[in-house]
T-cell receptor, first 113, second 110 residues
Framework: SQTIHQWPATLVQPVGSPLSLECTVE??????LYWYRQAAGRGLQLLFY??????ISSEVPQNLSASRPQDRQFILSSKKLLLSDSGFYLC????????????FGPGTRLTVL | GENVEQHPSTLSVQEGDSAVIKCTYS??????FPWYKQELGKRPQLIID?????GEKKDQRIAVTLNKTAKHFSLHITETQPEDSAVYFC?????????FGAGTTVTVRA
């Protein structure tokens, strides 16, 4: 069966510091991968998605970036965090090149102070 | 792009009553409509989904209906229980992506 991991689970960072969040999927090949952000009490905002290694699509211009160095690894980064970057970051996957059920990882709760 | 609107934003029901959440979408090319339940501090979990070639789907106390002509779909929860209290999100798919509604906070009163 497929499993999705995210780390760290929680993170407290000062404004202006860098960020690196990691997501990995097990038990499948060439999945579609997604990064979402959820502000407190709000909905799900799609940040980036990838249909293959090195293929990244950005949905919202901001100070975040994403990379996919391996088939089942998706990384979310920032060079300088803003207060508004605080939130619950969720990674999700779905079967390769399909419009299908997205399964979410456990999430990373980021607080920027 | 796809725009999904969800109503109501909050819903309070008595235990045992039914709950209905409605969503509309804008892109007629959307063909997959999942519903997610999110408990406080946890990840969204799929509870039911429907594809555009089906008008209704049921799974125990949960059902979803789809009206492609009107571009709206609804979630129905019958015989609500306290554990149904959560935030529910509808979504519509286009081009490998899901567009989510803003969510409905459901509270089941004992």
């Amino acid at each position: 069966s497929q499993t999705i991991h995210q780390w760290p689970a929680t993170l407290v960072q000062p404004v202006g510091s860098p960020l690196s969040l990691e997501c990995t999927v097990e038990g499948t090949s060439n999945p579609n991968l997604y990064w979402y952000r959820q502000a407190a009490g709000r909905g799900l905002q799609l940040l980036f998605y990838s249909v293959g290694i090195g293929q990244i699509s950005s949905e919202v211009p901001q100070n975040l970036s994403a990379s996919r160095p391996q088939d089942r690894q998706f990384i979310l980064s920032s060079k300088k965090l803003l207060l508004s970057d605080s939130g619950f970051y969720l990674c999700a996957w779905t079967r390769t090149r399909s419009t299908d059920t997205q399964y979410f990882g456990p999430g990373t709760r980021l607080t920027v102070l | 792009g796809e725009n999904v609107e969800q109503h109501p934003s909050t819903l309070s029901v008595q235990e045992g009553d039914s709950a209905v959440i409605k969503c509309t979408y804008s892109d007629s090319a959307s063909n997959y409509f999942p519903w997610y339940k999110q408990e406080l501090g946890k990840r969204p979990q799929l509870i039911i989904d429907i594809r555009s070639n089906v008008g209704e789907k049921k799974d125990q106390r949960i059902a979803v209906t789809l009206n492609k002509t009107a571009k709206h779909f609804s979630l129905h929860i019958t015989e609500t229980q306290p554990e149904d209290s959560a935030v529910y999100f509808c979504a519509a798919s286009t081009d490998y992506k899901l567009s989510f509604g803003a969510g409905t906070t459901v509270t089941v009163r004992a």
